[in-house]
């Protein structure tokens, strides 16, 4: 009675401690998801006349934090959506992790906007141990050589809001 009891406890906590558990416990892949931007007004921000570059390439790099020694880096490029997903193999800890924009391979606008050409990540679990193996970086952009016609016109609409 007693014993099977205590097997009853035993299972029961086991089954919970194998519903709490993240699913993907071990897979240690992450991927870096972020699109690439002509900025076609020059604006330093994406606006609706924005357009997204397909082949542009892009790096994840990350370094240790106290050393800034590199220790990992990925390079990727985007499809024809102007998107990559770069795939990170590994808990990267504590290190510090980046996406940055090294070409946009797009004739006639190919600077890196200096404000929009980098991007933080972290790769790896939170806290409360889950995985978190996707990460979106923040939109990275180059600058048109020449505005668009009626760029300035809409700057000053969306320089009203602010
Ligand atoms: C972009 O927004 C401005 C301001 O609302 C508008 O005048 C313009 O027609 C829009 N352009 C496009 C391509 O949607
Ligand atoms: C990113 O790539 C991985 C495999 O390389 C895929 O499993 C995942 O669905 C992709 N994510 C997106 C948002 O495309």
Redesign the pocket.
Known sequence: MARSRVALLLALSISISISILPVPALSEEFHVIGRVYCDTCQAGFE???TTYIQGAKVKVLCRDRKSMQRLYSVEGETDETGTYNITVKGDRHDQMCHCELLSCSLEGCNRPDPGRCKSTVALTRTENGLMNTVQHANAMGCFKDQPLDGCK??LN?YLADV
């Open positions: 606006t609706n006349v016109h809409l609409y």
